[in-house]
């Protein structure tokens, strides 16, 4: 079975903390994504990655950043969290192919900024 | 105009009933299409890819209408483990999906 983990399932953290949040997963996918998910919104990209050292900007990238330094470890960084970045995150792997491959996610981390 | 838009519901239905969820999508170019589950407080889950012919598997339907870009899901014989929320997902370009925001459903006794 694909397992995705993430570093936390909860994380408390204060206005302008640098806040990094980790994701691995175990099936050798060349495919990783970050997305926020808030009521009403549903999942929102922020960057995704189809390679290691390889980033590409989503839908919403602004007060975010990503490092890949190998295949298997996604981190999403917060450069400065303010409290608009409270929300629930989910990290995502997939194969890479045409006709798209089922995208499997992390437990998710739900973040709070104060 | 959002580019994958779902009726929030929530859909409050007896079990035994047969439920229907709709999503449109507006990239006209769109490739591929999926039904994924999402359990409270869970991440969200396949349930089943969309084909052009329309898919069976089990008690969900699928069924993709390219010309009126439109998706649709059909549930019968509703039962309490059913209750979640279904997203529609569409493939956009290699690899990139949008999720759309989601269909509540409460399956009651």
């Given at each position: 079975?694909?397992?995705?983990?993430?570093?936390?399932?909860?994380?408390?953290?204060?206005?302008?903390?640098?806040?990094?949040?980790?994701?691995?997963?175990?099936?050798?996918?060349?495919?990783?994504?970050?997305?926020?998910?808030?009521?009403?919104?549903?999942?929102?990209?922020?960057?995704?990655?189809?390679?290691?050292?390889?980033?590409?900007?989503?839908?919403?990238?602004?007060?975010?950043?990503?490092?890949?330094?190998?295949?298997?470890?996604?981190?999403?960084?917060?450069?400065?969290?303010?409290?608009?970045?409270?929300?629930?995150?989910?990290?995502?792997?997939?194969?890479?192919?045409?006709?798209?491959?089922?995208q499997?996610?992390?437990?998710?981390?739900r973040?709070?900024?104060? | 105009?959002?580019?994958?838009?779902?009726?929030?519901?929530p859909?409050?239905?007896?079990?035994?009933?047969?439920v229907?969820?709709?999503?449109?999508?507006?990239?006209?170019?769109?490739?591929?299409?999926?039904?994924?589950?999402?359990?409270?407080?869970?991440?969200?889950k396949?349930?089943?890819?969309?084909?052009?012919?329309?898919?069976?598997?089990?008690?969900?339907?699928?069924?993709?209408?390219?010309?009126?870009?439109?998706?649709?899901?059909?549930?019968?014989?509703?039962?309490?483990?059913?209750?979640?929320?279904?997203?529609?997902?569409?493939?956009?370009?290699?690899?990139?999906?949008?999720?759309?925001?989601?269909?509540?459903?409460?399956?009651?006794?």
């Amino acid at each position: 079975d694909v397992k995705v983990t993430q570093s936390s399932r909860y994380l408390v953290k204060r206005t302008g903390e640098k806040v990094f949040l980790e994701c691995v997963q175990d099936m050798d996918h060349e495919n990783m994504f970050w997305y926020r998910q808030d009521p009403g919104l549903g999942l929102r990209l922020i960057y995704f990655s189809y390679d290691v050292k390889m980033k590409e900007k989503g839908d919403i990238p602004e007060g975010y950043s990503v490092s890949r330094e190998k295949k298997e470890r996604f981190s999403l960084i917060l450069e400065s969290a303010s409290t608009n970045q409270t929300s629930m995150y989910l990290c995502a792997s997939s194969l890479r192919g045409t006709g798209s491959s089922e995208q499997f996610f992390g437990p998710g981390t739900r973040l709070t900024v104060l | 105009r959002k580019e994958v838009e779902q009726d929030p519901g929530p859909f409050n239905v007896p079990e035994g009933a047969t439920v229907a969820f709709n999503c449109t999508y507006s990239n006209s170019a769109s490739q591929s299409f999926f039904w994924y589950r999402q359990d409270c407080r869970k991440e969200p889950k396949l349930l089943m890819s969309v084909y052009s012919s329309g898919n069976e598997d089990g008690r969900f339907t699928a069924q993709l209408n390219r010309a009126s870009q439109y998706i649709s899901l059909l549930i019968r014989d509703s039962k309490l483990s059913d209750s979640a929320t279904y997203l529609c997902v569409v493939e956009t370009s290699y690899d990139k999906v949008i999720f759309g925001p989601g269909t509540s459903l409460s399956v009651i006794p």
